[in-house]
Structure formats: structure tokens, C-alpha cells
């Protein structure tokens, strides 16, 4: 993947079109039974996974302070060790987590634990600086969020962040936030051909912000892989019930109602040579040029997959995308 990259807002980092989510990377996390992380993970296949993405073209690589309890993170680090300066990472903070045992404990809005949190995530990290770092509290109070700038500023100012931005679907708040955000350069929403995002991409574009396409193939559902019956692990977080992921039942199984709408245009997504994971990432390139999706990996082949085209859909390919899923 060479050529054209895409500039984070008014920030100046340059990205790669397509980067790379790590969630799935940080392995396990827990509160009680419930699940937040997607299993068991093999380090070195992650490693690997993020050394071809890199290989590829891939520069921008997106985690969690709580992903696997601070995990993800250091696998992160570790993999670009000697070469932090040719890679540019976000990360986020907000969700509290016990590191030693991999609980997930609760969330923490206030500045003090945003001062605490940059530290330990430039720990784990092991660097210096974090070019985008990101409030993880999607459904925060925008005035919870606002009481954030001044440290964020401070941050900025003393060199641990070069940006911040918010992972939040409130397109109001998103847009009260980056007002009074001097250096708020994104939003990270949910951004898939099964959710247009529609007032997310008018305010990202209103305000020249960058689109950070969290889920930009349904946390899986667009790879194909769920229409036969196929189950997530007990243990994956998809299989848990969470509101917050309507593409995946209790039982683990893909969404019926949202299989039928990517079988609508399986057609169209999958035409020139495209698999379905590419033509959704090529659908989301042609929607808005602020986008920037982050299709998660845990393996080699994944990523071989995601970085494998680059192109959009074509005005006449999307036109048609659009017509058969809304009208």
C-alpha cells in the first residue's frame, strides 16, 4: 500500500489511508464473567501481523489503555521498538483497569486520572510521546468532556500528546467538544457500510476533523466468515450481549437482519476482484475523505487481507450500494 495518505484534521500527522486496530491484540479482559476482549491471543503472530502491516504501507496504529489490560499497548510498543518515529499511534484513556490481574474496574473522567493514564500508557508504549490520544467514554456528559481541555492543552504543551480527539457516537457532543478543543483533530465513531454515520460525517467534514472508523467491518461481520452459522468464542466479547454491538447475538451468531443487508450488496462490495472485507473498506474511502478505518487483526493473512486494496468503490458502485440499502 504506497502513495496517498490522509492528514489527521489540522494536525499535520500524515496516516496511511487504511491503519490498523488493536483491540483484538491485547487478549483477554474481564469484569466478573463478563468479557471485553476477544480471547486468547498468540504475542507472536500479533507481532508479526503488525510487521506486515507496516510492510504494507500501514502507518497508523490504533489502541486502548485497557485493551487486555494495558496488553495491547505493550505489544505494540515492543513491535516498533527502534523505529517509534516512522509510526504514528493513538491510543485512549477513560476505562480503568487492574494491569496485574486483567479486570476491567471502571471509568475515571477526571483530569487526574488523565495525567495518571498518559504515564502509564507511554510506560507500556515505551515512548516519549503519544501522537493521538483519545477520551475512550463514548457516552460521557460533553461538560465532563470540556473540563478535559485545559489538561489535555497542558499535555500537548509539554510534549507527552501532538493531538486529541474523542471516541464517541454522539455526533453533538463531538462537535461541542472539537469548539473548545484548541488541539482536537478527530473523532473515533463507529463508521461502517451498516452505519453511514451520517451526522458523525457532517460534523468531521463541517469542521475539517478526521473520521477514525472504529468497526469499519463490523467487528467481523463484513468478513464474511458468519454466514453459515459460524459462532464467536464464549469468551469474545462479541458474545457477551452488549448493547453497544448489535452485530452479534448472545449466542455468538451473526446478526440475521444484518447478514441480509450485506448479502443485499455482497454483489457490488465484491466486484473487480474485491473480497467482501475490501470492498466494505473500499465503500467507507469513497464515502468521505476524512476517513481513516481501522480494521482490526490478529493474524498475518488478516492483514495481507485489509491492506490489500486501497482503492474506493467507484461514484457508480457506491451510488448502487446505496440505493439497495437505503433507498
Not at 462537535?175 to 453511514?196: I, M, T
Request: charged share 20%; hydrophobic share 40%.
Amino acid at each position: 500500500m504506497t502513495g496517498a495518505t490522509r492528514t489527521l484534521g489540522s494536525s499535520g500527522i500524515e496516516v496511511s489511508p487504511i491503519g490498523v486496530g488493536c483491540w483484538a491484540i491485547g487478549g483477554p479482559l474481564h469484569a466478573g464473567g463478563e468479557q471485553f476482549g476477544w480471547g486468547a491471543v498468540d504475542d507472536t503472530e500479533s507481532t508479526a501481523a503488525l510487521h506486515r502491516a507496516f510492510d504494507l504501507g500501514a502507518t497508523f496504529f490504533d489502541t486502548a489503555s485497557n485493551y487486555g489490560a494495558g496488553h495491547s499497548e505493550t505489544v505494540l510498543g515492543r513491535a516498533f521498538a527502534g523505529r517509534r518515529d516512522q509510526v504514528v499511534i493513538a491510543t485512549k484513556w477513560g476505562n480503568t483497569f487492574d494491569e496485574a490481574t486483567g479486570e476491567a474496574t471502571g471509568q475515571d473522567a477526571t483530569p487526574g486520572y488523565l495525567r495518571a493514564a498518559i504515564d502509564g500508557s507511554l510506560r507500556r508504549l515505551g515512548t516519549d510521546y503519544v501522537d493521538l490520544y483519545q477520551f475512550h467514554i463514548s457516552d460521557a456528559p460533553l461538560s465532563a468532556a470540556l473540563d478535559l481541555v485545559d489538561t489535555l492543552e497542558d499535555l500537548v504543551a509539554t510534549g507527552k500528546i501532538r493531538a486529541y480527539a474523542w471516541s464517541t457516537d454522539d455526533a453533538a457532543n463531538a462537535e461541542g467538544f472539537a469548539a473548545k478543543a484548541p488541539h482536537c483533530v478527530a473523532v473515533q465513531h463507529d463508521f461502517s457500510v451498516l452505519n453511514p454515520a451520517a451526522g458523525m460525517v457532517a460534523v468531521v467534514e463541517s469542521l475539517g476533523l478526521a473520521s477514525i472508523a472504529r468497526g469499519p467491518l463490523a467487528m467481523g461481520l463484513l468478513s464474511g466468515k458468519y454466514h453459515d452459522g459460524h459462532r464467536v468464542a464464549a469468551d469474545d466479547v462479541r458474545a457477551q450481549g452488549h448493547p453497544w454491538i448489535p452485530y452479534f447475538g448472545e449466542d455468538g451468531t451473526g446478526s440475521t437482519e444484518h447478514l441480509s443487508r450485506i448479502d443485499a450488496v455482497r454483489e457490488v462490495l465484491t466486484s473487480d476482484g474485491r473480497t467482501l472485507a475490501q470492498g466494505a473498506l473500499a465503500w467507507l474511502l469513497a464515502r468521505t475523505d476524512a476517513v481513516v478505518p481501522i480494521p482490526g487483526c490478529r493474524t498475518v493473512a488478516q492483514v495481507e487481507e485489509n491492506l490489500g486494496r486501497r482503492s474506493p468503490l467507484t461514484p457508480a458502485e457506491f451510488a448502487q450500494v446505496e440505493s439497495l440499502l437505503r433507498g
